[in-house]
Nanobody
Framework: QVQLVESGGGLVQAGGSLRLSCAAS????????MGWFRQAPGKEREFVAA????????RYSDSVKDRFTISRDNAENAVYLQMNSLKPEDTAVYYC?????????????????WGQGTQVTVSS
């Protein structure tokens, strides 16, 4: 019903920046919230950030607070994650996800649709 495709990942040195994009297609409703999660090898999926659709309220994990910024372009059905001051511990596959309920909660089970992920690697 809803397809999500991430892009913008790559290799960057510590202290550098990357901008991730997530394009949504299919049926998307005005109440959907969008989130970013990440998963490193051997670790469980971790919440990064989320944003509601209309008022654009946001939530961030403590590990990325003040470094990452989530935003969205509703006209283009796109969500972005600007990542600054990157650290090696940010290395992971990053996934975007959609929450039909519209909330910005940090739990993966709250999200109904997922992209396939984009790799971010930060070298020290």
């Amino acid at each position: 019903q809803v397809q999500l495709v991430e892009s913008g990942g790559g290799l960057v040195q510590a202290g550098g920046s990357l901008r991730l994009s997530c394009a949504a297609s299919g049926r998307t409703f005005s109440t959907y919230a969008m989130g970013w999660f990440r998963q490193a090898p051997g670790k469980e999926r971790e919440f990064v950030a989320a944003i509601s659709r209309l008022d654009r309220s946001t939530r961030y994990s403590d590990s990325v607070k003040d470094r990452f910024t989530i935003s969205r372009d509703n006209a283009e059905n796109a969500v972005y994650l600007q990542m600054n001051s990157l650290k090696p511990e940010d290395t992971a596959v990053y996934y975007c996800a959609a929450n039909r309920g519209g909330g910005t909660g940090p739990a993966p089970y709250e999200y109904d649709y997922w992209g396939q992920g984009t790799q971010v690697t930060v070298s020290s």
